[in-house]
């Protein structure tokens, strides 16, 4: 899966989704943008976006638990590190999408790729 955070500025779209207030630290929230299902987390102060699907069988992830800065499969255990997308731990072999997350006028926006 891609990581987004790697495009380049002008690849992406920023889309606001939430204002910081209504997202607490340790707590998320669940978009559904274009085709893609997020997972916005606030944690130790940071933003992070990620995919909510589990690249093991393509299952719900953004409802599991997070440990330190990975998220936990809540079907099979596989676990991701939710700052890079990268797989930690099987039965998942393949990394999550994550997405930039930035704070702009007061909004949250999370960066989506522009279609070619």
């Known amino acids: 899966m891609p990581n987004y955070k790697e495009l380049a500025p002008d690849k992406l779209e920023y889309v ?10 340790g707590e ?5 943008i ?23 069988d393509d299952g719900p ?6 440990e330190a800065c990975a ?3 809540p079907r099979h255990g596989a676990r991701f ?10 039965p998942a072999y393949e990394d999550i999408p994550v997405y930039p997350v930035r704070v702009q006028d007061g909004q949250i926006e999370i960066g989506l790729p522009l279609e070619a």
Do not use: M, N
């Open 16 to 25: 606001a989704v939430a204002e910081p207030s209504e997202i607490s630290d």
């Open 71 to 73: 998220i936990v499969c």
């Open 81 to 90: 590190d939710i700052r890079t997308g990268k797989v930690l731990s099987l």
């Open 28 to 32: 998320r929230l669940f978009f559904e």
């Open 61 to 66: 992830l953004g409802d599991g638990e997070v």
């Open 34 to 56: 274009d085709d893609f299902d997020i997972v916005l987390l606030q944690i130790a102060g940071e933003y992070y976006a990620v995919g909510d699907v589990c690249t093991h």
